[in-house]
């Protein structure tokens, strides 16, 4: 943390406070791509708050948390889904966001290179694979997504390589006609990032993100 040091003044909770927001920004770049089910504890409500939950729980071999956000949507999961989906247009609403390049389409399954601006200390990067699935059976849709740090472009010394985020977004129908969304989210931002900055960081992007989301979604269904 010498660089993020050398250029915040204000102390160890004034450096504390500029770390968290500074992670925020990346977090709510890579929460976007949609967490592969990692074997955990129980999840723990952390908060309950205008129809939205939170929990947490921790997983093994890993000082970052899985974090999982519950709502509900009056959009129906198909139109929610097209949204998540339009990779192309997430310069336009995602803060930070610098570069997004689709290097891959095979239909239900991308690959997905990230630049992320992020104050204070070295910009990230991150390649992500990102997979679609959709069940005829329940109406159920899910966007899962993992780093592959090793594929897309070399690593570059302009940025830090994000080598750790797995995200799923689950669309399923809800009996009014709109949509139960979870969404569940790991990522080490990778540097010398305290885990207690990317845990608490985490938590409020995470929400901040769901909620941006279907912002858009239903800015593309008035």
Not at 47 to 59: F, H, K, L, T, Y
Not at 85 to 94: A, D, L, M, N
Not at 182 to 205: C, E, H, M
């Amino acid at each position: 943390m010498g660089a993020l040091e050398a250029q915040t003044s204000g102390g160890p909770r004034a450096r504390a406070l500029a770390s968290a927001s500074m992670i925020r920004c990346l977090l709510a770049v890579l929460a976007l791509a949609g967490v592969a089910h990692a074997d955990g504890g129980d999840w723990e409500r952390i908060a309950d708050r205008d129809g939205v939950v939170i929990e947490r729980r921790g997983v093994e071999g890993s000082s970052v948390r899985e974090v999982r956000v519950t709502t509900r949507a009056s959009l129906p999961p198909a139109a929610i889904m097209a949204t998540l989906w339009k990779h192309e247009e997430y310069v336009e609403f995602v803060p930070y966001l610098k570069r997004l390049d689709v290097l891959r389409d095979d239909g239900d399954v991308r690959l997905i290179y990230e630049q992320i601006h992020v104050p204070l200390v070295k910009d990230r990067d991150v390649t992500l694979r990102i997979r679609r699935t959709f069940s005829a059976e329940t109406g159920v849709y899910e966007v899962a997504s993992v780093a592959v740090p090793d594929e897309g472009p070399p690593e570059s010394s302009a940025y830090v390589r994000v080598r750790t985020s797995v995200g799923r977004w689950r669309l399923a129908p809800a009996a009014d006609g709109g949509t139960a969304v979870v969404y569940t989210v790991r990522t080490d931002a990778g540097g010398l990032l305290p885990a207690w900055i990317v845990n608490t960081a985490q938590k409020d992007v995470s929400v901040q993100l769901v909620r941006a989301m279907l912002e858009r979604a239903r800015h593309d269904n008035p």
